[in-house]
Nanobody, 124 residues
């Protein structure tokens, strides 16, 4: 079992920055891929970024060059630094982790464990 707790969401103006954090606890030893998905109202949940044990990273096309995912293996944390935020980035952001590799997540198959989600709202 794995527990994921996100923090760091909020309201920011267009062009601003936010950093999300996700703390993993439980059976963290086996975790392969970790990452972030987001879901806007009326839309499907979609990959934002994923990172593997070798720190190889993958990004959704809409966030490349603006968002950075990182992972602290010692602390069992994954972070998402978001810059140049736009109103279309408004969504609930979910931390995701599990045994699937990051490249599998990047292909659209999420891992089994989810956080509760944190709201990010970007005002224009």
């Amino acid at each position: 079992q794995l527990q994921l707790v996100e923090s760091g969401g909020g309201v920011v103006q267009s062009g601003g920055s936010l950093k999300l954090s996700c703390a993993a606890s439980g059976d963290t030893f086996s975790v392969q891929g970790m990452g972030w998905f987001r879901q806007a109202p009326g839309e499907a949940r979609a990959l934002v970024a994923a990172i593997g044990r070798g720190a190889i990273t993958y990004y959704g096309d809409s966030v490349k060059g603006r968002f950075t995912i990182s992972r602290d293996f010692a602390k069992n944390m994954v972070y998402l630094e978001m810059k140049a935020l736009q109103p279309e980035d408004t969504a609930v952001y979910y931390c995701n982790a599990g045994l699937r590799a990051a490249y599998v997540m990047a292909e659209g198959t999420a891992n089994n464990y989810w956080g509760q989600g944190t709201q990010v709202t970007v005002s224009s």
